[in-house]
Antibody, heavy 121, light 112 residues
Framework: EVQLVESGGGLEQPGRSLRLSCAGS????????MNWFRQAPGKGLEWVGY??????????EYAASVKDRFTISRDDSKSIAYLQMNRLKSEDTAVYYC????????????WGQGTLVTVSS | DIVMTQSPLSLAVTPGEPASISCRSS???????????FDWYVQKPGQSPQLLIY???NRASGVPDRFSGSGSGTDFTLKINRVEAEDVGVYYC?????????FGQGTKLEIK
């Protein structure tokens, strides 16, 4: 069974850092682009960024709202993608989801269960 | 950025009746490879989003055939032939043609 499990969320103060993890299982993790999304309380879905496979350089792209503060990385040997969040702001408060992107398609499937990040003093 | 506009933002449907949700993109989602990078997702109460339809009209694995997607470069429709109680949730359209990937505002489907 293909599965994604996020972890690492919690309460953090503005300006501090947090690292989220997304552990994949049931599929060849290194062959998939991994995406991060978020959903602020009571709001809609927002794309955060993605990381390409190593075959395509392993580089990342980000939403403007997080660029230069967030960094996505991956460890294919552990089947984990990371979201390093620095200089946190209150508006980063959200449930964060990871999802794999099926090659040559627009499918983002499955999504993990999400991990809640709360930024507050 | 590509803006995705959904309508209606909410609808209440009697079980067994059809439902339809529209989504319009501010730019064509047609890629040079011939694919249109457009999906529908549903977020059921208390759950993560899940893929319903990909590349405009392809049902994801396990999605009942009462769900169908259609559309062209900028105008898309999700139809539910006969709504069931388990279909309640928020439906989102999404474009993956270019970054930043963007979503519609969401349409909340309720059962009458």
């Amino acid at each position: 069974e293909v599965q994604l499990v996020e972890s690492g969320g919690g309460l953090e103060q503005p300006g501090r850092s947090l690292r989220l993890s997304c552990a994949g299982s049931g599929f060849p993790f290194g062959e998939y682009v991994m995406n991060w999304f978020r959903q602020a309380p009571g709001k809609g879905l927002e794309w955060v960024g993605y990381i390409r496979t190593k075959a395509y350089g392993g580089t990342a792209e980000y939403a403007a709202s997080v660029k230069d503060r967030f960094t996505i990385s991956r460890d294919d040997s552990k089947s984990i993608a990371y979201l390093q969040m620095n200089r946190l702001k209150s508006e980063d408060t959200a449930v964060y989801y990871c999802s794999r992107e099926v090659p040559y398609s627009s499918e983002f499937d499955p999504w993990g269960q999400g991990t809640l990040v709360t930024v507050s003093s | 950025d590509i803006v995705m506009t959904q309508s209606p933002l909410s609808l209440a449907v009697t079980p067994g009746e059809p439902a339809s949700i529209s989504c319009r993109s501010s730019q064509s989602l047609l890629h040079s490879n011939g694919h249109v990078y457009f999906d529908w997702y549903v977020q059921k109460p208390g759950q993560s989003p899940q893929l319903l339809i990909y590349l405009v009209s392809n049902r994801a694995s396990g999605v009942p055939d009462r769900f169908s997607g259609s559309g062209s470069g900028t105008d898309f429709t999700l139809k539910i032939n006969r709504v069931e109680a388990e279909d309640v949730g928020v439906y989102y359209c999404m474009q993956a043609r270019q970054t930043p990937f963007t979503f519609g505002q969401g349409t909340k489907l309720e059962i009458k």
